[in-house]
């Protein structure tokens, strides 16, 4: 598709459980971008990748997060023995070569832990 | 914290009416801004983004205002229709605590918009 791609779109699972998240960022864009939204908030930065490597992983909130991105495209987003706080919406956005460009989003994963 | 804010959580106008929405924002140090347009169970709508070198720029029926003396951020929509319902967002780029630039937003937490007809 043209646009940036998330899956799933929803996800509920039990505390504890090991969860992944998939993004597939606009054909082309080298940047790729997590975030986390929580109910009626802003969005909030988890990490950043400029083609498969992170050079900020300052945003992600716990040792139990971690990201990873092949091939320059396709990133995943890894949640490990998840608690209930870490019920959120989280996006992905991709944007283009250089500092400054727009970021465009995906519609999200909307993640529940019972 | 989040450096970047909203005034007003919520606003309210008459369709056909022009819309401003505020935000603050902290860092100085920040160059670049950028306005998102958020519809329920969507991802943020990228609308229109201005650098630190201007104080205006227009789109289709949006303008962003920048004033970097008092640290403030404006979105006017021209003409609200009520497609333009939704939350709308400011966000900043990110700075490091040296001052240096890193890639990443900083959003606000959003005002809703309302339009009434």
């Known amino acids: 598709g043209a646009g940036v791609s998330q899956s799933p779109s929803n996800k509920v699972t039990e505390k504890g459980k090991d969860v992944e998240l998939r993004c597939d960022p606009i054909?082309?864009?080298?940047?790729l971008y997590w975030y986390r939204q929580s109910l009626g908030q802003g969005l909030e930065f988890l990490i950043y990748f400029q083609g498969n490597s992170a050079p900020d992983k300052s945003g992600l909130p716990s040792d139990r997060f971690s990201a990873e991105r092949t091939g320059g495209s396709v990133s995943t987003l890894t949640i490990q023995r998840t608690q209930q706080e870490d019920s959120a919406v989280y996006l992905c956005a991709s944007s283009s070569m250089g500092s400054n460009q727009p970021q465009h989003f995906g519609d999200g994963t909307r993640l529940s832990i019972l | 914290g989040e450096s970047v804010g909203l005034h007003l959580p919520t606003l309210s106008v008459q369709e056909g009416d022009n819309s401003i929405i505020n935000c603050a924002y902290s860092n100085s140090a920040s160059d670049y801004f950028i306005w998102y347009k958020q519809e329920s169970g969507k991802g943020p709508q990228f609308i229109i983004d201005?650098?630190?070198?201007?104080d205006k720029r227009q789109g289709q029926r949006v303008t962003v205002l920048l004033n970097k003396t008092v640290k403030h951020l404006s979105l006017q929509i021209a003409a609200t229709q009520p497609g333009d319902s939704a939350v709308y967002f400011c966000?900043?780029?990110?700075?490091?605590?040296?001052?240096?630039?890193?890639?990443?937003?900083?959003f606000g937490k959003g005002t809703h918009l309302i339009i009434q007809p």
């Open positions: 054909s082309g864009h080298t940047a």
């Open positions: 966000a900043e780029n990110r700075v490091t605590e040296s001052g240096g630039g890193a890639d990443g937003l900083t």
């Open positions: 201005i650098r630190s070198n201007m």
